[in-house]
């Protein structure tokens, strides 16, 4: 499956648009990962924790996103777009949603087929 983030992929020719597809992923931070992320907001420096739980909900929307878009008949998603979203007050829910345009490609350029087929 071709992810991009443009609305064409060079050296590609778009055979056909099936359908905006979007993946979305919601992962929970528990009370302990909350609790020593604040301590580094105060001394400084990364989270790891959250950090991981970042990286698996975008594993888990770019999974989801190219399964509908396979079962779409798609091999590639173009104008792809990743957002991220903290939802409840305290931030604990964090909100991974990744969206874009299911097409099929094959190698080539629209200069390649001929205007009467």
Do not use: C, W
Not at 24 to 41: C, K, Q
Not at 64 to 77: H, Q, R
Not at 78 to 86: A, K, L, P, R, S
């Amino acid at each position: 499956m071709i992810l991009t983030t443009t609305s064409r992929i060079e050296g590609m020719r778009i055979l056909q648009y099936h359908d905006i597809v979007i993946g979305e992923a919601i992962v929970g931070a528990n009370v302990f990962r909350d609790y020593f992320a604040s301590i580094r907001d105060i001394v400084g420096g990364r989270s790891a924790a959250y950090e991981k739980a970042m990286n698996q909900a975008r594993r888990l929307a770019f999974r989801d996103l190219m399964e509908t878009a396979a079962s779409l008949g798609a091999n590639a998603v173009i104008g792809v777009d990743i957002d991220y979203e903290v939802i409840t007050k305290r931030g604990s829910m964090l909100l991974v949603s990744i969206s874009g345009t299911a097409v099929s490609v094959v190698a080539g350029t629209e200069a390649d087929t001929p205007l009467h087929a």
